[in-house]
């Protein structure tokens, strides 16, 4: 069992339709038939949605996305119409909601990974396999890859895990033609992303992309390259071999796990809260991210 601890009731809106309750995100429709994405402060760890938020996230995970659709942009198109609050929209909404594009969206997460590490480095250490791809002996928690690869996986409801699939079954389920695209673009906008952060001392281990079609055009959508979606590691940190700091949740996942917080993850008890320490460490660390890929503070 996993989920939400305790589900969220949405906040009614004039003139927006909820639509659904994300890990983080809420999701209403407006009168013109657009998308109004709210980023929360939740957080998750373990297919749970915790009870205890984390200040300021939301805010965080968009603004970074729009830095990065910015940078993006010659490559895909992105799903943003406006950042402009909807009539009738609670104050603590700026910052943290996005008017996009309804799009016919791709039922896969599309990953891309340069480094060696995660659910890939569980099935290479099986395998020597990564969503069917061969990949060298002596690979290593850690490891730079030869070259980066394509690495789908199949979308999950809340609370469930997503399934690592091969490009054969994507290219089964939405087709040849789809399939190649999705490959092509996910690697292109990775090997972008990777160059900047690399040029501000983070490691862009690995990130999950989706895409929608507006018509015959494919377009990035949701959240781009925030530490939800993203691995990022210290540059002058890495060590292959070990398991690499990181800017985003970690000091969640290792509370839990922790002694102290008396919590058996495999249990079907819900985690309990988090302590204020740990709120604040994990909130510096999505900061940190933010100022050192964008060079501005945060306010």
Known sequence: MSGFVEKPEPLEV??????????????YQNEAGDLVMVASDRTSAFDWVLPTEIPDKGRILTQLSLW??????????????????PAGAPADWAGRTLVCKSLQMVPVECVARGYLTGSGLAEYNDTRTVCGLALPEGLVDGSELPAPIFTPAT?????????????????RQVGADTAAQLRQTTLAVYGRARDIARDRGIILADTKFEF????????????VLTPDSSRFWPADRWQPGRAQPSYD??????????????WDRASEQPPPALPQDIV????AKYVEAYERLTGSSWT
Do not use: C, M
């Open 14 to 27: 004039p003139g927006l339709v909820h639509l659904h309750t994300g890990k983080v995100r809420e999701l």
């Open 68 to 85: 990065w659709f910015d940078r993006l942009a010659d490559l895909v198109p992105n799903h943003v119409l406006s950042t402009d609050l």
């Open 212 to 223: 929608g079609f507006d018509g015959e055009t494919l377009v990035i959508a949701d959240e």
């Open 280 to 283: 604040e460490a994990t909130r």
């Open 249 to 262: 949740k970690q000091f969640v996942r290792d509370w839990l796990t922790s002694a102290e917080s008396g």
């Open 155 to 171: 979308k999950a409801a809340v609370g469930d895990h997503d399934e690592n699939v091969s490009y054969e079954e994507v290219a």
